[in-house]
């Protein structure tokens, strides 16, 4: 209760609206978290030098679908890191999927392990919305494709917008980047070129 009205500016009546409200403002605070499941990806691969982004794509639901490239041991050094990260994720061989944020469950309905499980979950929720900046209105168009040019990145008038060619390393940080000033992405495919940059479309919300 205390973490939570620390975080929200007001008291809360009990540990479990407390644990509701963090929970609901997290998820208004991070939209569809996109953006940091993509810097996560980014950061995860760029540990195993070996290992490539070889897709992505957002599925209907909101998981990031991933395939990986690489030699077999690259490949399973950067699947156990994106599994053991903050996000619900499930990998078969070369093929990763990551859902939304992973949360603490109590292990059994006994008092005590519920509210172990609730006040980190707390903890975790508290962290994210003080470090989370308060979300401006929606980006225009002309916004978006003006950072894309300042990135270096040309890309195809239009919602979808399609990108021939750019590096990981520069494109999942400017999607993040863009997600936490406003934008919202509504579709997301990513493909490896043969020179190892990556071809995307990407939707979006008007």
Do not use: H, Y
């Not at 990031?64 to 990260?85: C, D, K, M, W, Y």
């Amino acid at each position: 209760m205390q973490l939570a009205s620390k975080a929200l500016g007001k008291p809360q009546a009990s540990a479990e609206v407390a644990a509701a409200s963090l929970a609901a403002a997290r998820l208004a605070a991070e939209g569809t978290a996109i953006g940091p499941r993509l810097s996560f990806i980014a950061g995860s691969i760029e540990q195993t030098p070996a290992a490539r982004l070889q897709s992505l794509r957002l599925m209907p639901g909101g998981s990031l679908l991933l395939v990986l490239g690489g030699p077999a041991e690259a490949i399973n050094t950067a699947s156990t890191r994106l599994t053991a990260g903050p996000f619900e994720s499930t990998d078969a061989a070369r093929v990763v999927r990551i859902a939304g944020r992973r949360t603490a469950r109590a292990t059994s309905d006994a008092a005590l392990p519920v509210a172990i499980a609730r006040a980190l979950n707390v903890q975790a929720d508290a962290t994210i919305v003080r470090l989370t900046p308060a979300v401006p209105g929606r980006l225009s168009p002309e916004t978006i494709a003006g950072a894309f040019a300042a990135a270096g990145l040309d890309t195809s008038a239009g919602n979808p917008m399609r990108i021939e060619a750019a590096r990981a390393t520069v494109l999942l940080p400017l999607l993040a980047d863009l997600e936490a000033k406003g934008a919202r992405l509504v579709s997301l495919s990513l493909t490896r070129n043969e020179d190892q940059t990556l071809s995307a479309e990407i939707g979006f919300s008007p």
